[in-house]
């Protein structure tokens, strides 16, 4: 599978920056032989721990910030292993 054909001018918005940047990991995990399952399920774990992280481990707003519901988001996490308390701040005591 190829790159779309371009107009010729470069795009520099984010969005021709993200599918740029993915096309180019995507070579890289198919040259690799990485299946589509294996590389989903990794993109989205990564996503969703980048949300926590950035959320401190909140659902709610990591929920808010990937655009789900944060019910989706509790079973999706669920579904992953992953636990939120994980990415909450490390309290002193």
């Given at each position: 599978?190829?790159?779309?054909?371009?107009?010729?001018?470069?795009?520099?918005?984010?969005?021709g920056?993200?599918?740029?940047?993915l096309?180019e990991?995507?070579?890289?995990?198919?040259?690799a032989?990485?299946?589509?399952?294996q590389?989903?399920?990794?993109?989205?774990?990564q996503?969703?721990?980048?949300?926590?992280?950035v959320?401190?481990?909140?659902?709610?707003?990591?929920?808010?910030?990937?655009?789900?519901?944060?019910?989706?988001?509790?079973n999706?996490?669920?579904?992953?292993?992953?636990?939120?308390?994980?990415?909450a701040?490390?309290?002193?005591?």
């Amino acid at each position: 599978m190829s790159t779309p054909p371009t107009s010729g001018a470069p795009n520099r918005s984010p969005a021709g920056n993200l599918h740029r940047q993915l096309g180019e990991v995507i070579s890289e995990l198919v040259a690799a032989g990485v299946s589509l399952e294996q590389a989903r399920c990794e993109f989205e774990r990564q996503y969703v721990v980048t949300a926590l992280t950035v959320a401190d481990g909140g659902i709610k707003r990591s929920a808010e910030i990937l655009g789900v519901h944060r019910n989706t988001l509790r079973n999706k996490v669920s579904s992953l292993g992953i636990r939120p308390v994980d990415y909450a701040p490390r309290r002193r005591g």
